[in-house]
């Protein structure tokens, strides 16, 4: 198993982490929206650093922006269940 944070690492909001099983599945535990970082904000939230559609689940811890705000996105740019 590997865990991949792309958000939320160093800063409070963005939390997403990615988490690669040994056998290929992969599980996002949440899908939040970067905030008031400024100029880097609109950057940060238009890149998720792994490939939406080779998501195998999505796991929501709580419905905070911070954690939920990018799901349309993750959707959007070929997340299925």
Do not use: W
């Not at 992969?26 to 609109?42: K, R």
């Not at 939230?45 to 911070?66: Q, T």
């Amino acid at each position: 198993m590997k865990i991949a944070f792309h958000g939320a690492a160093r800063a409070v909001t963005g939390s997403k982490h990615l988490i690669k099983l040994d056998s290929g599945t992969q599980i996002l535990l949440d899908c939040g929206m970067f905030q008031g970082m400024g100029e880097i904000t609109d950057k940060l939230n238009g890149y998720f650093g792994f490939k939406p559609s080779e998501v195998s689940m999505m796991v929501l811890s709580h419905a905070h922006i911070d954690h939920c705000g990018l799901l349309p996105r993750l959707v959007a740019e070929g997340f299925e269940d």
